[in-house]
C-alpha cells in the first residue's frame, strides 16, 4: 500500500503562484510513477503532468506554466504552479502507480485525498 498527503493548496489571485507537495509512504516511492490530477466541479478528472525517474510529461494546458518535481530521498513530489488562471481552479490530486508514466487517471492505483486550489481576481 501506498499512502498520499497533499498539501499546499489555497486560495490566489490570477497570476499568482502555488506549490503543492504530496508526501508519499508506505512503499519505496522510487519505484513509483507520481501524477497530479485535477476535477473541477461538474467535470471528469483532468491529467496534469507525471513524472518518472526518466522524465515528465505534462497537460498541454500546463506546459510553460505547471513543473512536476520528486525527492526520492523525502518520498514528497511538488506541483509548482505559476501564472494561475481562473480555470486551474479545482481540487489537485496526486496518484501513484507502479510502472511508466500514464495520463489516465484509470491506470493510477493510489490516490491522495486532494488539495483544493482556487484561482480568483
Known amino acids: 500500500q501506498v499512502q498520499l498527503v497533499e498539501s499546499g493548496g489555497g486560495l490566489v489571485q490570477i497570476g499568482g503562484s502555488l506549490r503543492l507537495s504530496c508526501a508519499a509512504s508506505g512503499r519505496t516511492f522510487s519505484n513509483y510513477a507520481m501524477a497530479w490530477f485535477r476535477q473541477a466541479p461538474g467535470k471528469e478528472r483532468a491529467f496534469v503532468g507525471a513524472?518518472?525517474?526518466?522524465?515528465?510529461t505534462y497537460a498541454d494546458s500546463v506546459k510553460g506554466r505547471f513543473t512536476i518535481s520528486r525527492d526520492n530521498a523525502n518520498d514528497t513530489m511538488y506541483l509548482q504552479m505559476n501564472n494561475l488562471k481562473p480555470e486551474d481552479t479545482a481540487i489537485y490530486l496526486c496518484?501513484?502507480?507502479?510502472?511508466?508514466?500514464?495520463?489516465?487517471?484509470?491506470?493510477?492505483?493510489?490516490w491522495g485525498q486532494g488539495t483544493q486550489v482556487t484561482v480568483s481576481s
Open positions: 513524472i518518472t525517474g526518466n522524465g515528465v
Open positions: 496518484a501513484a502507480r507502479l510502472g511508466g508514466r500514464s495520463t489516465s487517471y484509470s491506470f493510477y492505483g493510489y
